[in-house]
T-cell receptor
Framework: NAGVTQTPKFQVLKTGQSMTLQCAQD?????MYWYRQDPGMGLRLIYYSASEGTTDKGEVPNGYNVSRLNKREFSLRLESAAPSQTSVYFC????????????FGDGTRLSIL | EDQVTQSPEALRLQEGESSSLNCSYTVSGLRGLFWYRQDPGKGPEFLFT???AGEEKEKERLKATLTKKESFLHITAPKPEDSATYLC????????????FGKGTKLSVKP
């Protein structure tokens, strides 16, 4: 029962470097999401994809880009990493046209020096 | 302003000591309220969905209830393994992006 798989689990970057966080789900869900979780801030939505071929901004999209590669995969890219993007990133997916519960991966812990 | 507030921020219980966690919300057009459990170093794990006022859901020692303004997560006779952070999230309005998470309640259950 893989559910939602995120890679890598940990990453350290230098300011200005770029990287892509990968996410894949095996639940045949249409909707996928990227969040960041910071101490005292709760989970905040970065981008989401309601279906294959569509993406929309969430609460905190600046500095990020996303790609819905196919129904299973949704990637998050940091083009030029900044220390303010140090966080734990979670990917999630949901069925039921987005009204159902979201199922989360175990996160990517990203530090930017 | 649309918002979700959880209280208390932290709760320490003795094993067997029942209590409740609160999630109050102010949003327009509630579509669903979700409860999650999050263990350190892990992603949130789905517990319950509530869609309308008066609805209740139960699972083992946990029971979730919903009114028009708030939801409660009741924990009956908790055990140390119930220790975790409990998150609530509210889906509202017409967009799938309209999902607000509360900051969570960190529950510690001592033997």
């Amino acid at each position: 029962n893989a559910g939602v798989t995120q890679t890598p689990k940990f990453q350290v970057l230098k300011t200005g470097q770029s990287m892509t966080l990968q996410c894949a789900q095996d639940m045949n869900h249409n909707s996928m999401y990227w969040y960041r979780q910071d101490p005292g801030m709760g989970l905040r939505l970065i981008y989401y994809s309601a279906s294959e071929g569509t993406t929309d901004k969430g609460e905190v999209p600046n500095g990020y880009n996303v790609s819905r590669l196919n129904k299973r995969e949704f990637s998050l890219r940091l083009e030029s990493a900044a220390p303010s993007q140090t966080s734990v990133y979670f990917c999630a997916s949901s069925g039921d046209r987005g009204d159902g519960p979201q199922h989360f991966g175990d996160g990517t812990r990203l530090s930017i020096l | 302003e649309d918002q979700v507030t959880q209280s208390p921020e932290a709760l320490r219980l003795q094993e067997g000591e029942s209590s409740s966690l609160n999630c109050s919300y102010t949003v327009s057009g509630l579509r669903g309220l979700f409860w999650y459990r999050q263990d350190p170093g892990k992603g949130p794990e789905f517990l319950f969905t509530l869609y309308s006022a008066g609805e209740e859901k139960e699972k083992e020692r946990l029971k979730a209830t919903l009114t028009k303004k708030e939801s409660f997560l009741h924990i009956t006779a908790p055990k140390p393994e119930d220790s975790a952070t409990y998150l609530c999230a509210v889906l509202y309005g017409g967009s799938q992006g309209n999902l607000i998470f509360g900051k969570g309640t960190k529950l510690s259950v001592k033997p």
